[in-house]
């Protein structure tokens, strides 16, 4: 999530006032002073009901540590979920945790040197996974495929730096999940407050690129307000699970990324965005342990498969956003944006995060067919936050994905009486009790992947605690 961020704030083109303040005024370069957004907290004062921690600022302690540096992060994810209709194992049902904590050091803040964030972040599961039971390829809990799918499982996922430069540019290095840099969403990519199906938060084709945890190098660069380039690179091989890859050399399965960021305004705060990203990997495709998907066709299945394979691998993905409704009055919008979104600096242009009103979200994604099983990629969503007067934290979303199974797999000997295009459909409603603490409803709706698979029904509940 702090890459998200991290990129939305670049692109929003903030940078600039942090070397002009340093320039003009001598302050210091703090990240954290400038883009309060980097932190997944800024602000832990308030009452129980409008603040943004559980715990709270514990007497102003917590909030003079953040004022002097260092933030600390905790917070849980409890699902529970089961196969309602069709499926492999029909009314099974099962709870899977994921507890997600970690600490931000501002460096200038702490006198160490200018412009610097450094990050470590833990994950840590609990109880079952659904993924076998549903039969379907997309994960109906993006959760439960954390930091494995295979809980319990404690792993640190992200220990990074981030450095701004004089340019304006952003460089991050270290160990962090790169699909958070490649796909990005303001009403479909948060798997803590909306959809819980993998395919409807993230563009399922990175994984045959990228797992959610390697060692990779980010560079960001804002051009102007509306338009900014990055571009990263990676090592494709490493699982979140590992410390070096199974081979023993970092970066010898290379991969890398590069796009842009385009954003405008239609009127009375109607932004959009469209987020273009040309994917690659030098890994043999058959080898790729896509970490979406709990069916692999090449090792799961217990059928004989000559997999075609392609020793460098690409793709295009390409995700937009676009608000379609935000509320009428301008005063009406400032005074609720700024009450539910006070750790903003400025919430009503802030096109990367999900503001009060409804929005849509279109993914797509394409990859040769010779190495990718399932080579393209489609997905249509809305999504919707504060639609309920006097409810601006909750939020809604319904929207629907498809994937495609490649002619070249289809082809192949048993597998075209095996595999398909899968094609499913989720509605939630996410029910704020506070801002720290949400409770979500799910349904979701699969035509699987397997033909040997009726269509699906899942029910879930998701309950959200920040600390």
């Known amino acids: 999530m702090i890459i998200r961020t991290i990129w939305a704030a ?58 002097k540096g260092i933030a600390f992060d905790a917070s849980y994810t409890h699902v529970y979920q089961g196969v309602s209709s069709g499926g492999i194992d029909e009314d099974d049902y099962e709870h899977h945790g994921l ?98 199906n993998a395919a409807l938060d993230n563009n399922l084709l990175i994984g045959s690129f990228v797992s959610f945890s390697t060692y990779a190098l980010l560079v960001v660069q804002p051009i102007s307000e509306d338009f900014a380039v990055y571009g990263a690179v990676f090592d494709s091989a490493l699982q979140p699970d590992e410390y070096q890859p199974d081979d023993g050399e970092l970066f010898s399965d290379l991969g890398g ?67 379609l409704w935000k509320p009428d009055s301008p005063k009406r919008a400032s005074a609720v944006d700024t009450k539910a979104d006070k750790s903003l600096p400025n919430p009503a242009a802030d096109y990367s995060f999900q503001g009060i009103g409804l929005g849509l979200t279109i993914r797509g994604g394409y990859a040769p067919e010779e190495g990718n099983p399932w080579n393209s990629f489609f997905t249509v969503s809305l999504g919707g936050r504060g639609l309920i007067p006097g409810r601006p934290y909750d939020r809604l979303g319904v929207g629907a994905y498809r994937m495609f199974l490649s002619d070249d797999w289809e082809d192949l000997v048993l597998i075209g009486d095996i595999l398909d295009d899968e094609v499913g459909a989720e509605a939630f409603y996410n029910f704020a009790i506070t801002p720290a603490l949400t409770v979500s409803l799910d349904v979701q709706w699969i035509d699987p992947g397997l033909q040997s698979t009726d269509e699906t029904v899942v029910l879930g509940s998701r309950v959200f605690v920040r600390f």
């Open 10 to 67: 670049a692109g929003a083109f903030c940078l600039a006032s942090l070397f002009s303040m340093a320039s003009a005024a001598d302050e210091p370069t703090s990240l954290t002073k400038v883009l309060p957004t980097l932190t997944p907290v800024s602000d832990y004062s308030g009452d129980f009901s409008d603040r943004y921690t559980l715990l709270g600022d514990f007497g102003g302690g917590r909030q003079r540590l953040y004022d």
């Open 99 to 196: 507890l997600e904590y970690g600490v931000s050091l501002d460096t200038d803040k702490l006198g160490w040197w200018p412009g610097g964030l450094l990050v470590a972040n833990f994950y840590a599961s609990s109880g079952d996974t659904l993924l076998s039971d549903t039969g379907n390829i997309a994960p109906v809990n993006y959760n439960s495929t954390l930091p494995t799918s295979d809980p319990p499982e404690t792993f640190p996922m992200e220990y990074y730096l981030t450095q701004a430069l004089p340019t304006k540019t952003l460089v991050t290095i270290g160990r962090i999940n790169a699909g958070n840099f490649l796909d990005r969403s303001k009403f479909s990519n948060d798997r803590k407050s909306q959809f819980l």
């Open 257 to 323: 990324g590069f796009g842009a960021d385009i954003k405008w305004d239609l009127g009375d705060g109607l932004g959009g965005s469209i987020n273009p990203v040309f994917i690659y990997s030098n890994k043999d495709t058959a080898e790729v342990d896509n970490p979406y998907y709990p069916l692999s066709p090449a090792t799961n299945l217990a059928i004989p498969i000559n997999a075609p394979e392609e020793s460098d691998n690409w793709a295009v993905i390409v995700t937009i956003d676009q608000y």
